[in-house]
């Protein structure tokens, strides 16, 4: 009797503390997996045990907006248990809104190329260019075209696409992808 009394208390306390161990152990467990198939499938379980233990909160914001009803359009409907919650829209919320939308807004003026001339030449890293203008600006070479840019040569800063600018000497057809620096 008193056996079986101490093999149930075994079992249960390593049942409960295998319930209560912790992620950072099981994680560790499923990275030592070699077998990529393993370790993919000990990571999904590991996720859903982590997802059902959690607790649900409630969503921290939700802008509730409805529209407006004619009256000959409203029907008889049970009453709401939840209660509608109140955003307080800041700068942040008007940033997120504004993602993505720069380019809807013109500028007035856009300057889509530029004129100077070269004070200095560096090679750094794998023979990139740092380029310092007269005005002292500086710029880097950020692709790994060949140009030859020499001090005093004029030079030409246009825009492409995505937000790529673009160096051209006025001697040469050839150009290179370059970012401010300074």
């Avoid at 499923?30 to 990529?36: F, L, P, R, T, V």
Wanted: aromatic letters at 6%.
């Amino acid at each position: 009797m008193n056996l079986n009394k101490l093999v149930t208390f075994v079992v249960v306390c390593l049942a409960i503390s295998h319930v209560q161990a912790d992620p950072i152990t099981d994680i560790q467990k499923c990275a030592g997996i070699k077998d990529s198939l393993k370790r993919l499938v000990c990571y999904d379980t590991l996720a859903k045990s982590l997802k059902s233990s959690r607790t649900t909160k409630p969503p921290v914001a939700v802008r509730v907006t409805e529209p407006k009803k004619h009256p000959s359009d409203l029907v008889a409907a049970r009453p709401s248990q939840t209660k509608p919650m109140v955003v307080k829209q800041s700068k942040e919320a008007n940033k997120v809104d504004d993602f993505g939308g720069e380019h809807l807004k013109k500028a007035k003026e856009s300057i889509d190329e530029v004129f100077f001339t070269v004070k200095s030449v560096k090679k750094v890293l794998h023979n990139k260019l740092v380029i310092t203008f007269e005005n002292g600006q500086v710029w880097y070479q950020t692709d790994d075209n060949f140009l030859k840019v020499l001090p005093g040569d004029r030079v030409k800063l246009s825009k492409g696409m995505l937000g790529v600018i673009y160096l051209k000497t006025e001697k040469q057809k050839r150009r290179i992808k370059v970012k401010r620096r300074k």
